[in-house]
């Protein structure tokens, strides 16, 4: 398929994810915020905006939302990473399910009604949309290429997500709680509890580093990636090792990982550098030659 087409669907994939992981991340973190008032609320704050890496200092919870809602120009924030989702679905509309664009209309139209004096409900809006939207393309769109460059994009952006999840370590600033909302920010609480074992922040970051049950681990991710991109490869007739290296050394140390707590520190540390690497080698390998947008710093 042409470069143009298999950049703007592994960007669409990438975004939608961004999306619903950002939008998870701020509603929980917004309503520790609100429910705990024993924390330092600016030190809270100032954990989430680093680890999405915006500049900007918010002071409460509600210059926290304004700030994470953000704008378009910034792809570290919801309205960032909408702007990517319209823009990539734009490109290649021809391509996608009429269905999955009109859900797409509909999502932005949720996002243009954003409240942030009121973002619990707002958010759950933009939630429903998504979901309503990724239902809809796993039901609809082709198994072909562009799929296969939608899901890689959604896998790699799920790894991404989780590590930067787990390095704010939500659990020191909020010992009792932090566990079960980093839980509920990637949607993995309901999982966690079928195993019936006391929500620890160590069987936490253990769950969502190597749970193979789980679709948003990293170990999971990292194989659905894997999986699609030898799909791509084989369609294209090329080899994927080199492509696949980077995120199959750290599926390997996932899987030998047993209960070394320090390897999982470095594991947390390693994935974002990974999935960055495996982008570029994507990028150079079937992209267009000029920059993707990534997050800021």
């Not at 926290?64 to 910034?74: K, T």
């Not at 239902?135 to 562009?146: C, F, M, N, Q």
């Not at 790699?156 to 989780?162: A, I, P, S, T, Y």
């Not at 390095?167 to 079928?194: C, H, M, N, Y």
């Amino acid at each position: 398929m042409l470069s143009r087409l298999a950049e703007s669907s592994f960007w669409l994939g990438r975004y939608l994810e961004r999306t619903e992981g950002i939008s998870r991340l701020l509603l929980e973190f917004h309503q520790l915020l609100i429910q705990d008032q024993r924390s330092h609320i600016a030190r809270g704050c100032a954990l989430l905006t680093h680890g999405l890496g915006l500049e900007m200092k918010a002071q409460n919870s509600q210059t926290l939302v304004e700030i994470v809602f953000g704008e378009d120009s910034n792809p570290s924030t919801i309205r960032g990473a909408l702007q990517g989702v319209r823009s990539n679905a734009r490109s290649i509309r021809d391509t996608l399910p009429s269905d999955f664009f009109e859900s797409i209309n509909r999502l932005n139209a949720a996002a243009e009604s954003f409240d942030p004096k009121s973002p619990g409900s707002s958010l759950k809006n933009i939630l429903d949309r998504l979901a309503v939207s990724n239902g809809i393309y796993e039901w609809l769109a082709p198994s072909d290429e562009s799929s296969h460059f939608f899901k890689l994009g959604r896998s790699l952006e799920r790894m991404d997500l989780v590590s930067r999840l787990l390095s704010l370590k939500i659990e020191k600033e909020w010992r009792d709680q932090g566990p079960a909302t980093t839980l509920r920010a990637v949607g993995g609480l309901s999982t966690f509890l079928k195993a019936r074992v006391p929500i620890t922040a160590e069987r936490v970051r253990h769950f969502l580093i190597n749970d193979p049950s789980f679709p948003r681990s990293l170990f999971e991710s990292g194989r659905m990636a894997e999986i699609s991109l030898r799909e791509i490869a084989q369609v294209n007739r090329t080899s994927a090792d080199t492509i696949l290296k980077p995120i199959g050394l750290l599926g390997s140390q996932i899987h030998f990982l047993g209960n070394d707590v320090e390897e999982e520190e470095r594991i947390i540390a390693r994935t974002p550098l990974a999935v960055e690497e495996t982008s570029e080698a994507i990028r150079t390998a079937f992209f267009r030659p000029v920059g993707s947008i990534v997050w800021s710093n």
